[in-house]
């Protein structure tokens, strides 16, 4: 989270944030230098990221505004927590239209995707929400749902969103206008979060694909001096392990091998001794 806020990536700062098991404490967390992360964005003037804390912080001084969210939101509460029960009821009753929208621009689909409550994203689809609805970060049900990796949610409601290959295509490198539209756009940002043009986030993300790399072939390299310097790596482990336990396999094989050998050799020779007396009795 600190190098995220030194380096002003507020989708990974956001991400680290929601995946600590407490907000404050992540944002409370000192480095080496006694530093939290709010100290280090104001010291590299990173202000998508003060920003971002400000907010938080405000929300955690008054948590009765969220309390009130979910009295002004029952359905999105109730579906957020998957109480299938509730949903149905209000949507039936008439109380909540069922592409209803929260003050972040939420729908029924997107708290139940948030969770990954599959028989409440069922039932909602099946009653025909609109999937391709987007709230404030310009996220849809399925983005929200790839975003917290509930994987069955993502293939649920894959085939109901419009443009569903989209944030699918394969990586190429070479091809500039794969990092124009990317899978993950506004999956943790607002809109007015958002203050790179078209072309620096393209820059960015050209950048970001770039050091990618470098860090791998860093990695082969680390890997590769671990292992002159006579380290063992996790992977070489397992596989002399897996050598250990095939050599014991042979060695028992051949062990088996050698017994029906010396075995095979006892018949063989009983039944010439029997072959023998045989012919001395025809005799």
Not at 93 to 114: F, P, Q, Y
Not at 199 to 212: G, L, Q
Not at 217 to 241: D, F, W
């Amino acid at each position: 989270a600190h190098l995220a806020a030194v380096e002003g990536h507020l989708h990974c700062f956001k991400f680290l944030v929601g995946k600590m098991a407490g907000v404050r404490h992540t944002l409370k967390a000192r480095n080496d230098h006694g530093e939290t992360p709010k100290d280090l964005a104001e010291r590299f003037y990173k202000d998508n990221i003060l920003q971002y804390i400000d907010g938080v912080e405000k929300e955690d001084e008054h948590p009765e505004t969220q309390e009130g969210e979910f009295l002004a939101f029952p359905a999105h509460d109730a579906a957020l927590k998957g109480d299938l029960l509730v949903v149905r009821r209000l949507v039936r009753s008439g109380v909540i239209n069922i592409n209803e929208r929260d003050d972040k621009g939420s729908t029924l689909l997107h708290k139940a995707a948030e969770q990954g409550h599959i028989h409440c994203l069922q039932w909602l689809v099946e009653m025909g929400a609109d999937c391709d609805i987007t709230n404030d970060a310009g996220e849809t049900p399925k983005d929200v749902a790839k975003r917290f990796s509930h994987l069955a949610a993502v293939e649920l409601l894959t085939p109901r969103t419009g443009n569903n290959n989209s944030s699918d295509e394969e990586l190429d490198a070479n091809n500039v206008k794969f990092f124009e539209t990317h899978g993950v756009e506004g999956s943790t940002d607002s809109k007015e979060d958002l203050t790179l043009d078209k072309t620096e986030k393209r820059n960015a993300r050209i950048r970001a694909y770039h050091k990618i790399k470098e860090l791998q072939r860093l990695l082969e390299i680390a890997y590769s001096n671990y292992r002159q310097l006579g380290g063992v790596t996790e992977e070489e482990r397992k596989m002399k392990k897996e050598e250990r336990k095939v050599e014991k396999a042979v060695r028992e094989l051949e062990t088996q091998l050698e017994y029906e050998r010396v075995r095979r050799e006892k018949l063989e020779s009983q039944l010439d001794d029997y072959r023998a007396e045989i012919n001395q009795l025809r005799e």
